[in-house]
């Protein structure tokens, strides 16, 4: 059962354009998401979160929307750089039904290449 | 300085041997968590510790057990190794925070272990 889905494996960009990354979830539960970046070989870094009770949230050339309604998220990088090509993560995170503590749901991950 | 470090890198190992990775944090974190990628490459958390703590079992097979020492570290033990284990074991560890209060409580993650059996 996918909670949280990213629709699209891959997107190119051409640097200096807009990156938009996609995120779907079902769970009426989560309450906070956010989005890591992976590079090959390594660990997912963290990059930017939203609050369910917020709609947008800025980051330099990060921002994050969150429709609620539409259970949807997105992010957008502008301008799109080069060093940006990594496989980006959205998470949501929820109460964990069995405590106390936040548990944390991945998409499978999109794969940005920006191109020079 | 590496915060949070996992060991080895790559492992590689025959069928029906038991195996460990060892994960430690120097962030000062009271939660430490286990991560699988598959080959599906979804993310799916497997254990998460608490103060040294068990709180969150996924549904993962008893061959599998973590043990906790103290605080700062998570390692995980694996038994009778199957083939369908290959996958990267990623650690992490988080900062549990009040109620409420979220941002700050974000999972940083080790470099992952690349697991193989053969």
């Known amino acids: 059962d996918q909670q949280v889905k990213q629709n699209s494996p891959s997107l190119s960009v051409q640097e200096g354009r807009i990156s938009i990354l996609n995120c779907d979830y079902t769970?009426?539960?989560?309450?906070?998401f956010l989005w890591y970046k992976k590079y090959p070989a390594e660990g997912p870094t963290f990059l930017i979160s939203?609050?369910?009770?917020?709609d947008k949230n800025e980051d330099g050339r990060f921002t994050v929307f969150l429709n609620k309604s539409a259970k949807h998220l997105s992010l957008h990088i502008v301008p799109s750089q080069p060093g940006d090509s990594a496989v980006y993560f959205c998470?949501?995170?929820?109460?964990?039904?069995?405590?106390?503590?936040?548990?944390?749901?991945f998409g499978k991950g999109t794969l940005l290449t920006v191109n020079p | 300085d590496t915060a949070v470090s996992q060991t080895p890198k790559y492992l590689v190992t025959q069928m029906g041997n038991d195996k460990s990775i060892k994960c430690e944090q120097n962030?000062?974190?009271?939660?430490m968590y286990w991560y699988k990628q598959d080959s599906k490459k979804f993310l799916k958390i497997m254990f998460s510790?608490?103060?040294?703590?068990?709180?969150i079992n996924e549904t993962v097979p008893n061959r599998f057990s973590p043990k906790s020492p103290d605080k700062a570290h998570l390692n995980l033990h694996i038994n009778s190794l199957e083939l369908g284990d290959s996958a990267v074991y990623f650690c992490?560890?988080?900062?549990?925070?009040?109620?409420?209060?979220?941002?700050?409580?974000?999972?940083?993650f080790g470099q992952g272990t690349r697991l193989t059996v053969v």
């Open positions: 992490a560890s988080s900062q549990t925070l009040p109620e409420g209060l979220r941002v700050g409580t974000e999972a940083f």
């Open positions: 769970n009426s539960m989560f309450d906070y």
């Open positions: 939203i609050s369910s009770i917020k």
């Open positions: 998470a949501a995170s929820a109460l964990w039904s069995g405590g106390s503590n936040y548990k944390l749901t």
């Open positions: 962030l000062g974190h009271d939660t």
């Open positions: 510790y608490n103060n040294k703590e068990l709180i």
